[in-house]
Structures are given as structure tokens and as C-alpha cells.
């Protein structure tokens, strides 16, 4: 019914065929699941376990897009438009989660309780905005790329370079971080070097994109999706069946946080998980703005916009959304009923007598995992290697019984923890790394794309070539793929230290850049492209000042604006007093009296106390506010313009811009 | 071309899209600044206030998705302006 659009004789086949292919494919996989187990019942090593499992998850994403190689345009740029809404949905809840959400989301909210789920709404919640505000239009319009719609909306390539400006900087380190997890993961599981895991993980991202661009992308993130999906519940239905019986998480979920929050009182932990606005410095104003500034941003990132360039219709597209959103709710209401448990786990642990005696034998992976990163596992503030260390470091502290604040866990390997803290056979720890590998390559799968497109498809053929031939374009797009990726596995192999930092910084630069400008496109009229450049340039420009300000020239932000910072009196008063010894120190001690003073200026340097993570609280409102005054000050479009933006608005009709796709 | 009906056309969605926008306020923001309060309803073992950040607003969003995709496709049907 819905799909009527014309297919081709071989994708009318595949796309009719879909529900069949994916249920042997989900079967195969489950099948693949139970003979490990068997095997590793038989006695093959935990070793070879783990290769298999990332090897044939792997092979099959690489058999899947070496079958969708494609030499077209269209199929390249947008899968040839024919991607049932259910299908895309999928695909974008894997483009979507990425590494970091499947590793470092329960951890998350292990660590702040309430707080956390500030990500867990910001995450799901802006699924509601790219459904009634931008999907559908950008769909009508039938663009390739992001800057595309822009350059077509404000009339030139002004407003397309800067598009592409801000989509390079919000991906670029969104990727970086993405071949980190996997580096990470494929050094942790396949104890390869980490040097050598994330040119590993390239190539596995490269196989999957590069002969067939977004239809290759789209139809590996639909098989991603099903292999991390599988790998979330499985630990966390688990670990409800041993403790409550039931093997429903999420409902048992009330359960664990009553016996949380039981065990918290019993232990004398001030700070309950159920609390609101207390962890980790979330107060409600930062709480609320990290909602607002996550759920923008998913309304602006460009490789999940761009998903909604491949259904059949606009229509599609609207239904899409949802079940891209349902997808993705199943992993993200998942997650807190992982934490709960998790913590729950740990709670009765401290609760059975833990001692720096008996922990060896109480809990022996922690010192598994300590070992293989003193900075996962500290107990008594030191690396939990061995009994010996933990016994050395708590007598220094006159700990004799251990109590939940002594043991810090580090948030990034809660989950691949988990099997090992509830006693689950290694298969399980198989199992989530190899989801875990599937959420992070399918993330950068999608990111990398769309870098990608926007440097061949807008910089070169658009503002470099526009005669280039269609066989040019997609070679030069493939190059730009390859660069694009190695620079990015470069980047991650130096482990840069801010990498999470960044991730969440993505969402406010696009948030900032992007939002304002495609929102009204749509649904003011009278927007100018004076005003769309100006906007978009006083957005970001505020987004990035705040965040780079804040982070790197913490000093000079803090003397400029100390009149607005939210500091508490002592804080102002040790910054001064470091800010003394700096100016006083011998020409040798400069340097570290320098460290130091900057780091209390971190703490500091604010505009009324809003976290550096959520820097789109001041830039999106500058965003909007320059572009409706520069375009009431300014010309209003012209007649055709507002011809255009009619069109864009009523579903029927064919897309706007055509493209030569021979 | 601005014809009345397209008019009436773009007045139904803009309607709607405000309603979508009132509810998504609702359960992204206003329903979690009584958290504190909510938190003394106990259901299940569940907090009110907490069940509503991790479990009831995300259900709220995905209903609210599929009403939407709907109802916009029942206006486009009724102003002719559905894809063919």
C-alpha cells in the first residue's frame, strides 16, 4: 500500500524479499550464538570464542555491502530511494546508537542515578522534532546532502559552505570516537594493540561503505542493528531471570530500585540513585538544558537527517521516524534497568561483608579488569590489580571494611562487565563485544558517509565541477571516503583525551549551526539568506566560543566574564589565591602553577553556571534571534523563492531537485 | 500557488505540529520538574518521578509518532495534497 514507488525489477525483488532475508539472518545469528556455547562447553579457549564472534559478525556485514557495490548515483547518495520505512528505521536506530551508547550508557547512569537520564530522554526525545519539523520537507526536496537543502533554500553556496562547515566539525569528532570504541573493544576482546585494533576497525568500517555508499550503509546497519539489539538484552534479561525470577528488565526494573534504594539507606549513602538533580553536578537548570541541547541536536545532525533521504515517499518518512524512534527505544529503556541492576549487584556485594581480605574471592573480576586498566577499577583510590594492591591501598586509608564509595568503576565498562559480575559463561562476553563493535562500526558507517558526500557531493561536484561526469564523481567520492577515514583512525590512534568530551559537543555545534536554519526554512517564509548566513554564523560561532572557551582558554574566559560566572565564594577565593602563586612563582614553577590555576578555572569559567556540554543553551537562541532580525532588516525572498517553499510544503509532486543519475 | 485550500491545508498542519510541540514540552520538560514530588508515588517498586525519565516519557514520544505520522497522512488524504 505504501510502497508504490516504481523499483527495478532486482530491487523490487530485494526490497520484497527483506522480511525474509533478515529472518534467516536473524536465525543464522542466534543459531551462530548457541554453537559457541556449545563449543565453549566443549573447551575451545575464551580466546577463539571472541575471534569467532567478531570475525563472522564481520564477514557478514562486508558480504553485505560488497553484494550492494552500486555504480550510480542515486543508489550511492540515497539507496535509490526505495527503503521501506520499517527497514530505515532500523537502520537508523544503528547509524544512530553508536559505540558510546551501547558501552557507556548504563554506565552512565550506574554512576549519576536520576541525573543520567537526562541522556536517556535528550536521546529519544528528538525524534519528535525531526518528525514534525524537518524530515518530511527535507524528503519533499529531495536532497542529497544537508548543505544541499540550504544551498537551495538561501540561494547559494555561501550557505551550503558554511552547512558543510558545521556538519564536518559536529562529525568528524563524532567519528573519531567511533573507531576508538573500536579500537577499544577489538583491543579488550581480541587482546589485539591498540594501534593496530583501530586500523582494524577502519577496515571494517571502509568494507562496509565504500563500494556502495548509502545502500550498502543502509542494508549493513539494518543487519547491525539486529546483532547489537540481541547483544543488549541478553545480559540484561539474564541478570533479571537470576535475580527476581522474572526475565522482563525493564519491569523488573521497580523491583531493583526499591531494593537500591533499601540497601543505600541501610549503607548510609547519602545521595540516593532515585534522587533527582544531585549527581555529578546536574542541577535542575544543567539537567534540563542537556535535554534541550541533545534533543536539537539529534534534530540537526546531518548522517541521521540524511536517513530520511532514502524512503519511497514523504509519507514513509514520517512513519519512519517512528520506528526509527521505536528501535530505539528498546535499547534506551533498556539501559536503566541495566544500571539498576548492575548497582543493585553491587550493593548486596558491599552489603555480604566486603572486606580487602575476602574481595579476591568475592568479586576476582575486578582485578581482571583493573589489570588490564588500572583506571577501570579503584578501590581505596588506588588500581585494583591484585588482592595484595588493594589490601596495600585501603590499610594506607584504615579501611578495614569496604563500603560502596571505596570501589569506583569506571562508566565505560559497566556493561561489558556485566556478564563477569552476574556470572554469565564467557559466550556472553562474546556475544556484547560483538555488539558493541556492530553499534560503533555502523555509527561511523553513517558519519563517514556523510562527510563524505558533503565533500564530493557539495565542495567538489556542487562548488568545484559542477560538469563532472557521473563516474568522476563517484570516484572522487570514494577517495574522499578512504582520506576521510584514515585521518579519523590517525586522530583516534593518538587517544586523544577529551574524545567523550567532544561526542557531546557534536550535538550542540549542530544543534546551534544547523537547527535554526532548517526549522525556519520550513516554517517562516520571510527568511532571508542575509539572515540564514548570519544566524548560522552568530549560532556557531557562540556554541564553539563557549565550548572552546571554557575548555582550553578557561583563564581568559573567567577574567572576561567573572561578572557572569555562578562560582561559589571559596572557589573564587582559591582561584585567586592560585592566581597569586602563579604570578609569584620562580620562572621554573610556572608551568605547573599554570596546570593548576587553569584547572580551578575550568571549574569556574561559566555563564551562570551552564555546563560546558550543554554550550547550544547560548548559541541556539543567538541562532534564531540574528536570523529573524537580519531578515526582517533585510529583503524578503523572492516571489519564486516563496514558490519554492509552497512546494516544499505539500507532500504531493515530484521532488524538487532532480538529479542527472545516469 | 496559495489557494485557499492549500491554505487551509498548511493551517491543519501548522495546528498539528503545535500539538505534537505542546505534548513533546510536556513529557521532555514540564512533567520532570515535579520529579522531586512524583518521587513519593511508589508503583511497582518504580518512583513516579523516576519511572517517568526512564520508561514513561519514551513511551509517550513513540506513541506520539506513530498518532502523528497518521493523523498528517488523514490531512494530506483530506486536502488532496497525498502522494500518489
Redesign the interface.
Known amino acids: 500500500m505504501a510502497n ?1 514507488t516504481a523499483t527495478t525489477a532486482g530491487g523490487g525483488d530485494f526490497t520484497s524479499n527483506l522480511g525474509r532475508i533478515y529472518g534467516i539472518y536473524t536465525g543464522g545469528f542466534i543459531a551462530f550464538i548457541i554453537l559457541m556455547a556449545i563449543i565453549s562447553a566443549m573447551g575451545v579457549p575464551n580466546r577463539i570464542i571472541g575471534y569467532l564472534f567478531v570475525a563472522f559478525t564481520i564477514t557478514i556485514y562486508a558480504v553485505i555491502g560488497i553484494l550492494s557495490r552500486t555504480m550510480q548515483v542515486g543508489e550511492y547518495y540515497v539507496a535509490g530511494r526505495r527503503v521501506p520505512a520499517i527497514y530505515n528505521g532500523m537502520a537508523t536506530g544503528a547509524d544512530w546508537m553508536s559505540g558510546a551508547s551501547f558501552v557507556g550508557m548504563a554506565g552512565t547512569l550506574y554512576l549519576l542515578g ?1 541525573d543520567g ?1 537526562a541522556f ?2 535528550g536521546w ?2 528528538g ?3 525531526v ?3 524537518v524530515a ?1 520537507y527535507l524528503r519533499k526536496f529531495g536532497a542529497y546532502t544537508v548543505p544541499d537543502f540550504l544551498s537551495a533554500r538561501y540561494g547559494g553556496n555561501l550557505a551550503r559552505f558554511i552547512g558543510v562547515i558545521v556538519l564536518f566539525s559536529c562529525s568528524f569528532t563524532y567519528v573519531v570516537a567511533q573507531i576508538y570504541a573500536t579500537g577499544i573493544i577489538s583491543a579488550r576482546f581480541l587482546g589485539l594493540d591498540f594501534n593496530v585494533a583501530v586500523y582494524v576497525g577502519l577496515a571494517g568500517i571502509l568494507v562496509c561503505s565504500m563500494l556502495g555508499g548509502m545502500r550498502a550503509v543502509t542494508w549493513t546497519q539494518v543487519a547491525q542493528y539486529i546483532v547489537l539489539i540481541i547483544a543488549y538484552l541478553i545480559p540484561a534479561i539474564w541478570m533479571s531471570t537470576v535475580k527476581t525470577g522474572v526475565p522482563i528488565p ?2 523488573m ?6 531494593n537500591i534504594t533499601a540497601l543505600e539507606t541501610a549503607q548510609n549513602i547519602a545521595t540516593h540513585h ?4 544531585v549527581h555529578g553536578g546536574y542541577n ?1 537548570l544543567n ?2 538544558l542537556l ?2 541541547c541533545l ?1 536539537v541536536g539529534t534534530a540537526s545532525l546531518p548522517h541521521v537527517l540524511m536517513r530520511y533521504f532514502t524512503t519511497p ?3 514513509e518518512a ?2 519512519s ?2 520506528w526509527s ?2 528501535f530505539i ?1 528498546i535499547l ?2 533498556t539501559a ?1 534497568a541495566y544500571a539498576a541492576f548492575a548497582k543493585w549487584t553491587m550493593l548486596d556485594l558491599v552489603a555480604s561483608g566486603l572486606t580487602p581480605e575476602n574481595i579476591s574471592e568475592k568479586a576476582g573480576w575486578m582485578m581482571r579488569w583493573a589489570a588490564a586498566d588500572g583506571t577501570l577499577v579503584q578501590i581505596c583510590g588506588k588500581a585494583a590489580t591484585d588482592a595484595a594492591a588493594i589490601a596495600a591501598a585501603c590499610a594506607e586509608k584504615g579501611v578495614t571494611a569496604l563500603s560502596f564509595a571505596d570501589i569506583n568503576l569506571n562508566a565505560d565498562m559497566i556493561v561489558l562487565a556485566t556478564p563477569e559480575m552476574a556470572g554469565m559463561p564467557y559466550v556472553i562476553s562474546g556475544l556484547v563485544a560483538a555488539g558493541g563493535l556492530a553499534a560503533a562500526l555502523s555509527t561511523a558507517d553513517g558519519l563517514l558517509l556523510a562527510i563524505a558526500n558533503a565533500l564530493s557531493h557539495d565542495i567538489y561536484y556542487k562548488m568545484i565541477d559542477q560538469n563532472a561526469p557521473t563516474a568522476r564523481r563517484l570516484v572522487v567520492s570514494r577517495v574522499l571516503l578512504v582520506l576521510v577515514a584514515i585521518a579519523a583512525a590517525y586522530v583516534a590512534s593518538t587517544k586523544p583525551g577529551d574524545i567523550l568530551a567532544m561526542v557531546s559537543w557534536a550535538f550542540s555545534l549542530a544543534a546551534a549551526g544547523l537547527f535554526p536554519a532548517l526549522v525556519l526554512g520550513v ?1 517562516w517564509k520571510r527568511t532571508n539568506s542575509a539572515g540564514a548566513v548570519a544566524g548560522m554564523i552568530a549560532g556557531f560561532g557562540i556554541c564553539l566560543y563557549y565550548l572552546l572557551g571554557t575548555r582550553y582558554g578557561a583563564v581568559g574566559f573567567y577574567e572576561m566574564w567573572s561578572g557572569l560566572s555562578a562560582a561559589p565564594a571559596d572557589a573564587v577565593a582559591k582561584y585567586a589565591e592560585l592566581k597569586t602563586a602563579w604570578a609569584s612563582a620562580a620562572p621554573d614553577a610556572q608551568a605547573a602553577a599554570w596546570v593548576a590555576l587553569d584547572k580551578q578555572a575550568q571549574t569556574i569559567a561559566n555563564w551562570w553556571g551552564v555546563k560546558n556540554l550543554s554550550a547550544a543553551a547560548f548559541g541556539l537562541p543567538a541562532g534564531f534571534l540574528v536570523m529573524i532580525v537580519v531578515s526582517r532588516l533585510t529583503r524578503e525572498p523572492s516571489l519564486a523563492m516563496q ?1 519554492f517553499i ?1 512546494e516544499l ?4 509532486g515530484k521532488q524538487m531537485m532532480e538529479e542527472k543519475t545516469v | ?2 489557494t485557499p485550500d ?1 491554505v487551509s ?2 493551517n491543519k ?2 495546528s ?2 503545535f500539538v ?2 505542546g ?2 514540552v510536556f ?3 514540564f512533567i ?2 515535579f ?2 514530588q512524583l ?1 513519593n508515588i ?6 513516579l ?3 517517568m ?3 514513561g ?3 509517550a ?2 506513541v ?3 498518532w ?2 497518521r493523523k ?2 488523514s490531512i ?1 488524504e483530506e486536502h ?5
Not at chain 1, 526494573?253 to 526499591?258: D, F, H, I, N, Y
Not at chain 1, 532515585?274 to 538533580?277: A, R, V, Y
Not at chain 2, 511508589?42 to 518512583?47: K, L, T
Open positions: 508504490t536520576y537520564l536517556v530522554l529519544t526525545g525524534y519528535v522534532l518528525a514534525i519539523l518530511p525493564q519491569l526494573q521497580g523491583q531493583a530500585l526499591a532515585i534522587t533527582p538533580f535542575a539537567y534540563f535535554i534541550l534533543m515517499s514523504v509519507r514520517r512513519v521516524v517512528a524512534l521505536l527505544f534506551y529503556f536503566p516554517w514558490e509552497e510544503r505539500i507532500p504531493r | 500557488m496559495a492549500r491545508y498548511w498542519t501548522r498539528l505540529m505534537m510541540l505534548l513533546w513529557f521532555g520538560y520532570h520538574l520529579a522531586v518521587n511508589v508503583i511497582f517498586g518504580f518512583p518521578g523516576f519511572y525519565a526512564a520508561q516519557s519514551l513511551i514520544f513513540v506520539m509518532l506513530f502523528f505520522a498528517q497522512n494530506d488532496n495534497v497525498a502522494e500518489d
